[in-house]
């Protein structure tokens, strides 16, 4: 086959792809895309004010704004998700240092991993993620608290000699990410999300486009690491491919 045909038949099966994929993400998006926030809306907020009880979330605060869910996706997984209406990480809401902190908060949860498996989960292997715009099913903002991936791990550890303060691009998951380091102190000082925002050029006009993952590190120091939206790569910007639900790094 000449290689003008061939080149053609390759695009042509990469945009049929997209096309098909774009297409099951729109109807899934559209059928159930407020399913999150009618529970918190429905549920766990009038339930935590009524019964002081906020099943089926775990945790209802309305002092930090945020709730916790066990997600139905694996045996550890957790949610944390406002208790107001925020759509996701391209909300302007989020770029407001007047916002929760929800992602150092998600951080701060990661206890539950522990409380749900019956014995401590080291922070090796916990792990928190938010999906871009384009790679997520849900329009209610939600932090996936859940393991990380035993090859992302290695990869990380690999990683930590070269990695630093700097937003610098590397290979994981074969997807191209940004990826920096903060110290944990470092990380509730300032807004993951505004960080991203003002250290990355254009994020600030795409943040939609982004997904933002966070793991640490051998040293103590934490990997803040960002994924962009790429169709030509089969790249939807979904963050939470850094994690496994079955939490095979604590098998025995």
């Not at 038949?9 to 407020?34: E, M, P, Y």
């Amino acid at each position: 086959m000449p290689t003008a045909a061939r080149a053609l038949k390759i695009v042509t099966v990469v945009v049929v792809s997209l096309c098909i994929a774009l297409g099951v993400a729109a109807w899934r998006f559209h059928q159930n895309g407020d399913a999150l926030w009618r529970m918190i809306s429905q549920q766990c907020i009038p339930g935590q004010q009524s019964k002081n009880n906020p099943s089926p979330c775990q945790r209802v605060d309305f002092a930090q704004g945020f709730v916790t869910l066990k997600d139905r996706n694996g045996p550890l997984q957790y949610l944390l998700m406002p208790v107001a209406r925020i759509s996701g990480i391209e909300s302007p809401a989020l770029l407001d240092a007047a916002t929760p902190d929800f992602f150092a908060l998600a951080w701060q949860q990661r206890s539950l991993l522990s409380m749900r498996h019956g014995a401590a989960v080291p922070d090796s292997v916990a792990s928190l993620t938010i999906n871009s715009e384009f790679g997520r099913t849900q329009n209610q903002l939600h932090i996936h608290i859940s393991c990380l991936r035993p090859d992302v791990r290695q990869a990380l550890d690999s990683l930590a000699p070269q990695l630093d303060r700097q937003w610098r691009p590397y290979t994981l998951t074969a997807h191209r990410w940004l990826i920096r380091t903060l110290t944990p102190a470092e990380l509730t000082q300032q807004s993951s999300f505004i960080r991203l925002s003002q250290e990355v050029p254009q994020a600030q006009q795409e943040m939609g486009k982004y997904g933002l993952a966070l793991a640490s590190l051998p040293d103590g120091r934490l990997a803040l690491m960002a994924i962009k939206r790429n169709w030509l790569a089969l790249n939807r910007g979904s963050a939470e491919e850094l994690q496994d639900h079955r939490c095979a790094m604590l098998s025995p």
